[in-house]
């Protein structure tokens, strides 16, 4: 096992550990050292784990996160994984430059490091809340959907389902991993297609169609 790809049990607490799971995702970032650096060479490895984290249903506000990182101290390292965090929160489901442009995942393969404290924990499985997320993700689009159709709202609430969809699908192969094989980069969804967006078939698709041809002449010169 490749330790700077896995520095995992042996830095972590074995004792049982019934708090929240994002702290002790934080807790073991904390405890990772020099490989888990939010903005130098562990960028994706940090990026990646809190996109794992907000995947899987855990998603504390920036003062809940802000709180627990700075205590008992304020530190700079607290500071820019709090930033990281905000900005996923802000954007739940961009997919960072520091991990599409990897050749591989950072870690041994997604969704390792949540799924080994779960299991050290006997805490609900991962694929379990996977589930549950997309369960109550596909009921927002639906409400999303009935009460605003072709409005902003829906379509937040269709990405925050692709991406449910696609967080659960790659948790799914990774039950039938290759170990010898290294994980691919792939975790969130490639950005749907411009015009799988725009759906002319439907009266938001065909606004936002409007929209981008209107923009498209302004940049042009042409009116």
């Not at 297609?193 to 929209?211: A, E, V």
Request: a positive charge; aromatic letters at 12%.
């Amino acid at each position: 096992m490749d330790s700077l790809r896995w520095p995992f049990v042996a830095l972590y607490s074995q004792r049982v550990d019934d708090r929240p799971l994002w702290q002790q995702v934080a807790d073991f970032l904390r405890s990772a050292g020099t490989t888990s650096e939010p903005l130098g060479r562990d960028q994706a490895r940090v990026e990646s784990l809190l996109w794992e984290t907000w995947a899987i249903g855990e998603r504390p506000s920036r003062a809940q996160f802000s709180e627990y990182l700075h205590s008992p101290h304020r530190s700079a390292w607290g500071d820019e994984v709090l930033g990281l965090w905000t900005k996923r929160l802000r954007k739940p489901t961009h997919v960072p430059r520091s991990i599409s442009k990897e050749t591989s995942y950072p870690w041994l393969y997604p969704f390792a490091v949540p799924e080994g404290l779960v299991e050290q924990n006997t805490s609900i499985p991962i694929g379990e809340r996977l589930v549950a997320v997309l369960t109550h993700t596909a009921a927002e689009y639906r409400e999303a959907a009935e009460s605003n159709p072709g409005g902003a709202a829906a379509y937040e609430a269709r990405e925050r389902l692709y991406h449910a969809v696609r967080a659960l699908e790659i948790w799914g192969l990774t039950r039938d991993r290759a170990p010898e094989v290294p994980w691919g980069p792939g975790i969130a969804p490639p950005r749907p297609t411009r015009f799988w967006q725009m759906l002319y078939c439907t009266n938001g698709g065909r606004r936002r169609y409007d929209q981008w041809i209107e923009r498209i002449k302004r940049e042009s010169g042409r009116t």
